[in-house]
Structures are given as structure tokens and as C-alpha cells.
């Protein structure tokens, strides 16, 4: 049976810390140059509605470093449900390639292309969520802070797709996540409850960011305005800056506190050049982070059959 990875929740807690362990060996065996070729032959699509830097290129460097081949299609060429149904599309898609990726508007529409391929489908973002991000994340927080457990992680800003990734993570692997939003920006509410309901992490919605962040072992943010919201963007500038993470937000957390931010910034929104490129910051480990985590998803997810 194929395996799709939609969702932080489609795999086990197990299945997860065996996702960072396979992650972290990949990671040493490209930096040590050691050839693993695991998914020689394998072909992998990867369609996108929305730009992108870091997923398409780390998917695409991530296939061939295993040995196999990514392709990018790109919005105009496969019109997904205009020049074609989604569900041709999935189809057609699975006689050529092992894997799909998909970068979407709606998550109605990766979960329509799960449905009909006979190949894994892995989501690289939709509006609901972004599971590959925060997987990276967790296993950036994993190599700086040496385990998850005990920590306290803060997410600052908007409630979109990353926030409501990270409180998917907090119902399969236990550690305290604030959410530090403005009112009427709170993560999804079905998945919160799920969530809630789960009881493994202890989640709390705290709308004051000096509260929020006060003690915390990381600081995450991302932007106050996400792809296909574009047209919120004066009104959140309005709303969001008590968000911003700078310098002095930053001295509440705790000494030794990591920043995180999934990128792209925006620098003076979300986030200051101080705080950016400064000691605290390991967004670029981040960033780094998406290729070995992402291949060892590939890895588990494409390697039978
Ligand atoms: N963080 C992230 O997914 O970056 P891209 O939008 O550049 O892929
Ligand atoms: N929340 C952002 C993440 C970008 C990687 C967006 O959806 O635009």
C-alpha cells in the first residue's frame, strides 16, 4: 500500500523520530561526499501553483543526491484542474513517476492528487498546512537544542499553514508550544482540537507576544501575510506588528533561545536584521535542513515497490 504524506499526523511518533534518525545520517553521508544512491532510477514530479525557492530546490537537489530524478512543472504547463482534472492529472502522473510533490492553493487539491495517484504524495505546502517545513524544523531544533522534549517553542505571528503544521507535530511528539497570535488569527480550530484532544503536548493561545515568548527555548516566526493572501497584506501590517520578533522581544526568551523562521522573511515585518543575523539565529540551518529531511521522506515513503 502506498504512502502519502499529507499531514505531520499521517505518520507515527515512531515513524517521525525515524524520519529525524534517517535525516541525520543522509545529512553526514552528503557532507562526508559517501555516494547513497537509494532511490536510483526513481523519478519524482514535483507541481507547483506558488513560487517557491527552498522546496523546489531542495526536493530537486534531494532526488538527485539519491540518485533519482525530479521534474518541475510548473502552474501554466499542467493547469491542474483547469487544463485538467486533478484526478487525470494524479493519474497520468503516477504511469510516469514513483512520487508526486505538490505545492497548492487549496489542501482540498493535494488531498484530491492522494486520492487518485497510485504513487506517494508528499504536500510541499498548501493553504492549510506545511508538514515537509516543520519536520525540517523540528530536526534543525533536534541538532541545536540535542532533544525536543522539555522544550518551550513560541510561534509568533499569523495562525496559517506553519502554525497550524507545528500543532499537528505537538499531537505526536510532546513539548509545550505557545501560539502567540493576535485575536482572530489563531491556528486552524479543527486541527487545535485534534490536537488538544490527543493530550500530548501542552498547547496555550496567548495573545500578549511578551508573554508568550517570556522564557521560551525557541522563537519561530513567519509572515504576516502568506501566499493567496495577499490582498490582507496592508490590513495585517496594521495589525501585527506588537509580532514583530527584534532584539528586544527577543531578550524575554530564554538566555540560550534559538530563532527559527521557515523564509522567506521579511525583513522589518516579521522580523529585524538584527535578530535575522544575529546569535540566536539558525534560519539558515533551517533552510539547509529541508534537503535531508525531505530525502529521508523520499527514502521512506519511495523506496518499496
Ligand atoms: N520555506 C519554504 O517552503 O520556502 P519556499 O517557499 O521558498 O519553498
Ligand atoms: N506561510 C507562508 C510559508 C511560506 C514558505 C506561505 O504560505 O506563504
Not at 511518533?13 to 545520517?25: C, H, P
Not at 512543472?73 to 486533478?86: F, I
Not at 496555550?204 to 497584506?233: C, F, L, N, Q
Request: net charge negative; charged share 25%; aromatic share 8%.
Amino acid at each position: 500500500m502506498k504512502r502519502d504524506f499529507l499531514e505531520i499526523t499521517d505518520f507515527t511518533k515512531d515513524e517521525i523520530l525515524e524520519t529525524f534518525e534517517l535525516a541525520k545520517q543522509l545529512k553526514e553521508k552528503t557532507k562526508n561526499r559517501i555516494e547513497h544512491h537509494i532511490l536510483k532510477g526513481r523519478t519524482l514530479a514535483m507541481l507547483f501553483q506558488k513560487p517557491s525557492t527552498r522546496t523546489r530546490v531542495s526536493f530537486e537537489v534531494g532526488m538527485y543526491q539519491l540518485g533519482g530524478h525530479a521534474l518541475y512543472l510548473n502552474p501554466t504547463e499542467v493547469g491542474l484542474g483547469k487544463r485538467e482534472s486533478v484526478a487525470d492529472v494524479a493519474r497520468v502522473l503516477s504511469r510516469f513517476c514513483d512520487g508526486i510533490m505538490a505545492r497548492v492553493f487549496g489542501h482540498e487539491i493535494v488531498a484530491e492528487l492522494a486520492q487518485y495517484a497510485s504513487v506517494p504524495v508528499i504536500n510541499g505546502l498548501s493553504a492549510l498546512t506545511h508538514p515537509c517545513q516543520i519536520m525540517g524544523d523540528m530536526f534543525t531544533i533536534i541538532e541545536h537544542k540535542g532533544d525536543y522534549k522539555d522544550l518551550t517553542i513560541t510561534y509568533l505571528g499569523d495562525g496559517n499553514n506553519v502554525a497550524n503544521s507545528w500543532v499537528n507535530l505537538a499531537a505526536k511528539l510532546s513539548f509545550s508550544l505557545r501560539l502567540g497570535v493576535p485575536q482572530g488569527y489563531e491556528p486552524d480550530q479543527a486541527i487545535l482540537e485534534r490536537t488538544m484532544a490527543a493530550n500530548v503536548s501542552k498547547i496555550e493561545i496567548i495573545h500578549d507576544p511578551v508573554e508568550a515568548v517570556r522564557g521560551a527555548d525557541v522563537v519561530y516566526t513567519d509572515v504576516w501575510a502568506s501566499m493567496g493572501k495577499e490582498e490582507e497584506a496592508e490590513e495585517r501590517k496594521r495589525i501585527f506588528p506588537p509580532y514583530q520578533v527584534n532584539e528586544t522581544l527577543l531578550s524575554k526568551a530564554a538566555q540560550d533561545v534559538i530563532f527559527l523562521h521557515c523564509l522567506p522573511a521579511h525583513r522589518g515585518d516579521e522580523v529585524t536584521d538584527g535578530v535575522m543575523d544575529g546569535p540566536h539565529s539558525v534560519v539558515f540551518d533551517e533552510a539547509e535542513n529541508r534537503l535531508h529531511i525531505q530525502k529521508a521522506l523520499m527514502v521512506k515513503l519511495m523506496s518499496n515497490g
